[in-house]
């Protein structure tokens, strides 16, 4: 099993992300889990639990795979570093690296000779910086505790992109409206009310015969034929007026 310090769950610890945390699900590598000490499984277990996540084992990949906000982020966890093992670490972060656009590799180096080590293999291997993120840790507890930030903000990202997608779009919609009442407004006879009765966009209503507008909408006779020969009419639309 990998190195046990002794103090998973120590009740100094902040077991909370931050406010208004995941609502996800973490999946665990079940032979991930088989080579750690249980009482690490239950810290990971409460830290998760605690943070609103809930917690699979399953024979994924990755170590682990968060899915939060509609998006999967992947992790490959070594919860003690062994510099006699580094080549599969890197061939394994260089295979996985190409399956999960979101990858993140945690390493526990608690004693300054395992961070030289790993730092001194990191850059023996050539890993392109951020392809995929590779981060040290002092302990396990700190390295899980970061991989569900990680998963936490990248979840956050993903909806508030989402919304900021719909603000968007609610902003075009209205602006797209405002034309298009300009545009039916400006037919002489059509006011606000009958252009907001009319059909949804200036595409539709230009192409749309006299009974179509009848049957969709409250207007009369008069400015149904007004409507159509303003699109349609060419010796109307092209000859000139006073409003």
């Not at 902040?14 to 699900?25: A, C, E, F, T």
């Not at 400015?223 to 006073?242: N, T």
Request: with cysteine; net charge neutral; hydrophobic share 40%.
């Amino acid at each position: 099993m990998a190195g046990f310090r002794g103090n998973f769950g120590d009740q100094t610890r902040d077991p909370s992300i931050g406010s208004n945390p995941g609502s996800g699900v973490c999946m665990m590598n079940t032979s991930w889990k088989d080579k750690q000490h249980p009482a690490f499984i239950s810290f990971i277990s409460s830290f998760l639990s605690a943070n609103s996540y809930r917690l699979n084992f399953l024979p994924i990949s990755p170590d682990f795979i968060f899915n939060n906000g509609g998006l999967s982020v992947a992790f490959i966890f070594e919860t003690i570093w062994d510099c006699d093992n580094e080549s599969a670490l890197f061939s394994r972060a260089e295979k996985l690296k190409r399956q999960f656009k979101h990858l993140y590799v945690v390493v526990s180096v608690p004693t300054k000779e395992q961070n030289d080590s790993f730092n001194q293999s990191y850059f023996r291997y050539g890993v392109v910086l951020g392809n995929p993120t590779f981060m040290p840790v002092r302990d396990p507890e700190m390295g899980f505790e970061k991989i569900v930030k990680i998963a936490h903000a990248r979840g956050v990202c993903k909806q508030q992109d989402a919304i900021t997608m719909m603000k968007n779009e609610r902003i075009r919609a209205v602006q797209d409206m405002d034309v298009f009442i300009r545009v039916v407004t400006s037919i002489p006879g059509i006011d606000n009310h009958d252009a907001n009765a009319a059909i949804g966009s200036i595409e539709a209503i230009s192409k749309a015969s006299k009974g179509l507008i009848l049957e969709n909408t409250d207007l009369s006779m008069d400015k149904a034929e007004r409507i159509v020969r303003f699109f349609q009419d060419s010796q109307y639309y092209l000859s000139p007026r006073i409003n």
